[in-house]
T-cell receptor, first 110, second 112 residues
């Protein structure tokens, strides 16, 4: 089945810094999503981005489907950005199954 | 307000005592799914449902059952819970299978 790998596993930054999180996937996908798990454990859908670029405030994401990777950019980090960021993907053959990466734990210090 | 509601949020129980975790969505979504989250293993899919009366196994279905009799509800059933099913469980729904998924707040199960 499809493999989803995220890097880095951990990232510690000061408030105001920018960050880039990477997600590599092993197969062609028609479904790529980014989630934020906040310190209370809630999973929030950030982006649905099987290809192209999207922006939402200080967050943006780019998926290059032909090269099998996606990037999540966080600009001007705030302490509320702390948590774990997951990407998840479904292969074209098997869109009903969503496979998650191991996550990137982001800590933003004041 | 569009939401996915799971109950209970927390449960401590004993081995072998049947339990059901309910999941309900109010968005008229066709697709629903259950995941478990374990330290070091991330989120793994247990079961999913493409629509009413259509369910299938995910990657870790052993020890679980599901049903989808109504579009809005997708309960997860542990017929004979064991300690290795201690985990954080999430229910999710989406308009269709490859569309953005919306997650419930999670259910933390402890099986003693």
């Amino acid at each position: 089945g499809i493999q989803v790998e995220q890097s880095p596993p951990d990232l510690i930054l000061q408030e105001g810094a920018n960050s880039t999180l990477r997600c590599n996937f092993s197969d062609s996908v028609n479904n790529l999503q980014w989630f934020h798990q906040n310190p209370w454990g809630q999973l929030i859908n950030l982006f649905y981005i099987p290809s192209g670029t999207k922006q939402n405030g200080r967050l943006s994401a780019t998926t290059v489907a032909t090269e099998r990777y996606s990037l999540l950019y966080i600009s001007s980090s705030q302490t509320t950005d702390s948590g774990v960021y997951f990407c998840a993907a479904s292969p074209i053959q098997g869109a009903q199954k969503l496979v998650f990466g191991q996550g990137t734990r982001l800590t933003i210090n004041p | 307000e569009a939401q996915v509601t799971q109950n209970p949020r927390y449960l401590i129980t004993v081995t072998g005592k049947k339990l059901t975790v309910t999941c309900s969505q109010n968005m008229n979504h066709e697709y629903m799914s259950w995941y478990r989250q374990d330290p070091g293993l991330g989120l793994r899919q247990i079961y999913y449902s493409m629509n009413v009366e259509v369910t299938d196994k995910g990657d870790v279905p052993e020890g679980y059952k599901v049903s989808r009799k109504e579009k809005r509800n997708f309960p997860l059933i542990l017929e004979s819970p064991s300690p290795n099913q201690t985990s954080l469980y999430f229910c999710a729904s989406a308009d269709r299978a490859n569309q953005p998924q919306h997650f419930g707040d999670g259910t933390r199960l402890s099986i003693l």
